[in-house]
């Protein structure tokens, strides 16, 4: 094999997996300095960032065996049908490329997925043994994150968290009619199904280790699942909704929502725009909010309008905040820590700091103004010894005052 060819084959299978959604680097614009002129790349093929578990920021060589593909899933660059190039690995090239990249210490892990080639099992087959091989053959202590295949045999998906750090299965759309029609050979039971068999794995694996210190572990980092937003009809509601069951059915560690994008040679059936990029953040807010700052799902969607959409322009915790102005202000001195977190400007550290503080003194405006970054947004919804928001909480302008003014060119 030469390694123009296996450059070549490498172009392809990177490019192709950086549709998943599974780290930040993902569909980044293009630079290289090669004309000598500037520093750095983002050309360098394969590479993405994703956070361990420990919170640590790591590179991944992100790939994918192969882009062959005998599904026709409507929104994937890889279909069937799809008139692109096609490529493949075999397990063994790529144990070779992660080793080597690992050794000059461009990665710390893998990130490695596929289309289907044959059948479910034959694919899943191939992600474990190059897995596997890592593991046992190499003693590869980096990290591994495995795209499985929820059609493929319980017994490779449970061979694959095995090795695996974190694995990951597609739910793909948020609705299952979206599934029926953009993603008909995938059926969402089954996904389900498979997301189930893995999260029973984890919590019997992790009573295991607790009974016995040499136990096997089993995706010490969870799974995680990825949906397409904009591909079909649902809205910010219905896809809140989703997600927050699949958290509370399946301890999924994330969602990640990826705005769907056109891509070349598409399906007639898909929209010819890519929805905002800030819809997919309002989404990740919303993910936050219940995550993190005790609000239920209905408590995300009530901030929505009546087609169920999230405002843009303002994130949702202060529409919700705006729409329920009844409870607000919350006096900082004595409000309890779950009326804190629901003040628009208010992260978890920041309200933790103030609950600090608070035992040792009354807070004034100068510290929440110091502990949380800015006062501008909060400033009608809290109380402090100094500060009284009066009729300011009230007022009819007050979404006009705390809107962004230029937001919208972000999207426009
Ligand atoms: S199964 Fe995966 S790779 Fe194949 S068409 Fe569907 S989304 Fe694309």
Redesign the pocket.
């Known amino acids: 094999m030469s390694r123009d060819d296996l450059l070549d084959r490498l172009a392809i299978l990177a490019d192709a997996a950086k549709y998943d959604a599974s780290c930040a680097s993902s569909g980044t614009a293009r630079r290289d300095s090669r004309d000598g002129k500037g520093l750095g790349s983002t050309e360098g093929m394969g590479i993405c960032h994703a956070y361990a578990p420990d919170g640590r920021c790591i590179s991944l060589l992100k790939v994918l065996l192969t882009?062959h593909?005998?599904?026709?899933?409507h929104?994937?660059?890889?279909?069937?049908s799809s008139n692109v190039r096609r490529a493949r690995f075999t397990p063994a090239e790529v144990v070779d490329l992660t080793l080597r990249f690992y050794r000059r210490n461009y990665i710390e892990g893998l990130f490695l997925s596929?289309?289907?080639v044959k059948s479910s099992n034959h694919t899943m087959e191939q992600i474990v043994e190059v897995a596997r091989t890592l593991r046992t053959v190499h003693d590869f202590r980096g990290y591994i994150h495995l795209k499985t295949i929820p059609e493929a045999d319980p017994d490779l998906i449970a061979e694959a968290g095995r090795w695996a750090d974190r694995v990951s299965i597609?739910v793909?759309l948020p609705t299952e009619a979206g599934l029926a029609r953009l993603?008909p050979?995938?059926k969402a039971p089954q996904i389900e199904g498979a997301m189930k068999g893995v999260s029973q794995a984890i919590v019997e694996a992790k009573d295991s280790l607790r009974r016995f210190r040499h136990a096997p572990a089993f995706a010490p980092a969870g799974q995680s699942t990825q949906m397409i937003v904009g591909a079909d009809g649902a809205s910010d509601v219905q896809i809140v909704s989703r997600a927050s069951s699949l958290y509370d059915r399946f301890g999924l560690r994330r969602v990640y929502y990826s705005a769907f994008s056109p891509i070349p040679d598409a399906s007639a059936v898909l929209p010819l725009q890519r929805p905002p990029l800030l819809r997919e953040h309002r989404l990740y807010q919303s993910d936050w909010l219940i995550r993190f700052y005790g609000f239920t799902p209905e408590e995300v969607g009530s901030a929505a309008d009546p087609g169920g959409m999230l405002p843009l322009d303002i994130d949702p915790k202060l529409a919700w905040a705006l729409r329920f102005r009844e409870r607000f202000p919350v006096d900082l001195n004595r409000a309890p820590r779950e009326d804190m977190l629901r003040v628009p400007g208010l992260g978890t550290k920041a309200v933790d700091a103030l609950i600090v503080l608070r035992r040792q003194r009354q807070i004034r405006l100068e510290d929440v103004r110091r502990l949380a970054g800015g006062w501008r947004k909060l400033r009608p919804f809290v109380v402090t010894l100094d500060w009284r928001p009066v009729t300011l909480t009230d007022r009819d302008d007050l979404r006009a005052r705390l809107a962004p003014p230029r937001q919208m060119e972000l999207f426009g």
């Open positions: 882009n593909c005998v599904f026709d899933c929104y994937c660059i890889n279909r069937k596929s289309g289907i597609n793909e993603a050979d995938k």
